[in-house]
């Protein structure tokens, strides 16, 4: 039998080209280049390495492909770029996952950014992938400890959901994400940090993650300083790596912080390519490309695992009609709103339950736990609609029975809210029991 260190050796001769096209600039436009010579040899989408005068690399993307020549956009300035330097073709960027990757940090690229060698796998593959046929998907899994009351019980997780954390600036969106990590039950974690800058990459692998965390993750970054082709690619490539254990059976949880980071970086490579930025700053092909890529999460065939993937959102200014949290909104199977308000009093998470949603519901929960739901939103919702007269002292207690509950279970859901589970999802469900006893909603 083959031992891993030959298999290692194999794929990567298998890479090497026996050929490799070469072409010249002709035009430097802005930040990106015109080459000729390569138009019948490239693809959309290629890896092209132009070598400067002095000997020095610079490395890009296919961006356009015509008559005269193709449009390379560079991984970074154009500086020191000259007529009739070398441009070679390197092909797709492909990578070839192996559940050596577990444990590591890569880049978009499947290159390790911890200096430590990365076994391959035996085959490579590209980024770009379809999503498995609608008839042939499984239906969504069974409920997931998530480690917090709230999420186990009135905003629950299955196997195969895909839910969107949407959330400004500073209301604690990270710190959830990797509180989940954490918590979650998974065969393997997949991780995709887009445009973050590069001392959260370290210190949350590190001490976010720690040891433990790290034992089951993948982690794929790209800093805020990487080039924008190499930002879209980041969540691109955590999807193929996260397929990759799915189709071996595994159950994957995927993470991806942020896709408006991504769908920023889209944005910048599509209006260099001639796109028209027509929707509130974003082109035509930005819902495309958001759609495509959650819909490649989600249950998996018949004989294959599960992607259950979170995607945050940052919501610019809270706002939750903003483009790219109205896309993925559509698409996903829950939403998860954190307030800044609640944020700013020291909640967290600092979830809006009447503004949040999973739809995993009512199929998650059997009826009695449905009620224990239903009757818990019913009293939040009391109480957010009188909230100015109870805060402002002008309510007098005994007025309104249902309000009287209401008041007191505010107390009680507050501390529910930010309590983590030890029990499990049955400890939680007890626990919303105990609160909605407390206030005099619910009868023994």
């Known amino acids: 039998?083959?031992?891993?260190?030959?298999?290692?050796?194999?794929?990567?001769?298998?890479?090497?080209?026996?050929?490799r096209a070469v072409g010249r600039v002709i035009a430097?436009?802005?930040?990106?280049?015109?080459?000729?010579?390569?138009?019948?040899?490239?693809?959309?989408?290629?890896?092209l390495r132009l070598v400067r005068q002095d000997g020095t690399t610079l490395m890009g993307e296919v961006l356009c492909l015509g008559p005269d020549g193709v449009t390379m956009l560079p991984d970074e300035a154009p500086v020191r770029v000259a007529l009739a330097d070398r441009?070679?073709?390197?092909?797709?960027?492909?990578?070839?996952?192996?559940?050596?990757?577990?444990?590591?940090?890569?880049?978009?690229?499947?290159?390790?950014?911890?200096?430590?060698?990365?076994?391959?796998?035996?085959?490579?593959?590209?980024?770009?992938?379809?999503?498995?046929?609608?008839?042939?998907?499984?239906?969504?899994?069974?409920?997931?400890?998530?480690?917090?009351?709230l999420f186990n019980t009135m905003?629950?997780?299955?196997?195969?959901?895909?839910?969107?954390?949407?959330?400004?600036?500073?209301?604690?969106?990270?710190?959830?994400?990797?509180?989940?990590?954490?918590?979650?039950?998974?065969?393997?974690?997949v991780m995709a940090l887009v445009g973050e800058r590069g001392r959260e990459i370290n210190d949350f692998t590190q001490t976010v993650l720690g040891e433990a965390g790290m034992a089951r993750t993948v982690v794929v970054a790209a800093s805020a300083d990487a080039a924008p082709t190499s930002r879209m690619r980041c969540p691109?490539?955590?999807?193929?790596?996260?397929?990759?254990?799915?189709?071996?059976?595994?159950?994957?949880?995927?993470?991806?912080?942020?896709?408006?980071?991504?769908?920023?970086?889209?944005?910048e490579v599509a209006v260099s390519a001639g796109e028209f930025p027509s929707l509130r700053g974003f082109p035509p092909?930005?819902?495309?490309?958001?759609t495509k890529l959650a819909e490649r999460a989600g249950p998996g065939p018949n004989g294959c695992g599960d992607i259950t993937a979170i995607f945050s959102v940052l919501v610019a200014a809270s706002d939750m009609n903003e483009p790219v949290a109205d896309m993925l909104r559509g698409v996903l199977d829950g939403h998860f709103v954190l307030d800044r308000k609640l944020a700013d009093q020291g909640q967290f998470p600092a979830v809006d339950v009447l503004q949040s949603v999973s739809r995993s519901l009512p199929d998650a929960a059997n009826p009695t736990e449905n009620t224990l739901i239903s009757k818990a939103r019913s009293?939040?919702?009391?109480?957010?609609?009188?909230?100015?007269?109870?805060?402002?002292?002008?309510?007098?207690?005994?007025?309104?029975?249902?309000?009287?509950?209401?008041v007191l279970f505010r107390k009680e859901f507050n501390e529910f809210c930010v309590s983590r589970a030890a029990g499990g999802i049955?400890?939680?469900?007890?626990?919303?029991?105990?609160?909605?006893?407390?206030c005099g909603a619910l009868k023994d």
């Not at 891993?4 to 026996?18: F, G, P, Q, R």
């Not at 802005?30 to 693809?43: I, Q, R, W, Y």
């Not at 691109?236 to 595994?250: L, P, Q, V």
């Not at 092909?285 to 958001?290: H, K, L, R, Y």
């Open 87 to 149: 441009v070679v073709s390197c092909g797709r960027a492909r990578i070839a996952p192996d559940p050596g990757w577990i444990g590591r940090v890569i880049d978009p690229f499947g290159t390790p950014m911890d200096g430590r060698t990365l076994q391959k796998g035996t085959s490579s593959v590209d980024i770009l992938n379809e999503p498995p046929a609608a008839v042939s998907r499984k239906p969504l899994g069974q409920r997931l400890d998530t480690g917090f009351h």
């Open 155 to 189: 905003l629950p997780i299955v196997q195969g959901q895909r839910v969107g954390i949407f959330a400004g600036s500073g209301v604690g969106k990270s710190r959830l994400l990797a509180d989940l990590v954490r918590g979650m039950e998974a065969d393997v974690i």
């Open 426 to 438: 049955g400890a939680s469900f007890e626990r919303l029991r105990f609160c909605l006893r407390r």
């Open 28 to 47: 430097a436009d802005g930040h990106t280049l015109k080459v000729a010579g390569l138009e019948e040899d490239v693809s959309l989408g290629d890896r």
């Open 236 to 267: 691109m490539t955590a999807m193929r790596i996260a397929e990759y254990f799915r189709d071996a059976g595994k159950h994957v949880l995927l993470f991806v912080d942020s896709i408006t980071r991504f769908a920023e970086a889209q944005r």
């Open 285 to 290: 092909s930005t819902p495309m490309q958001i």
């Open 379 to 406: 009293l939040v919702a009391v109480y957010n609609g009188s909230s100015a007269l109870v805060q402002s002292g002008l309510y007098s207690e005994g007025a309104d029975p249902e309000l009287d509950q209401a």
């Open 1 to 19: 039998m083959q031992n891993a260190a030959l298999i290692n050796l194999k794929s990567k001769v298998a890479d090497i080209a026996l050929t």
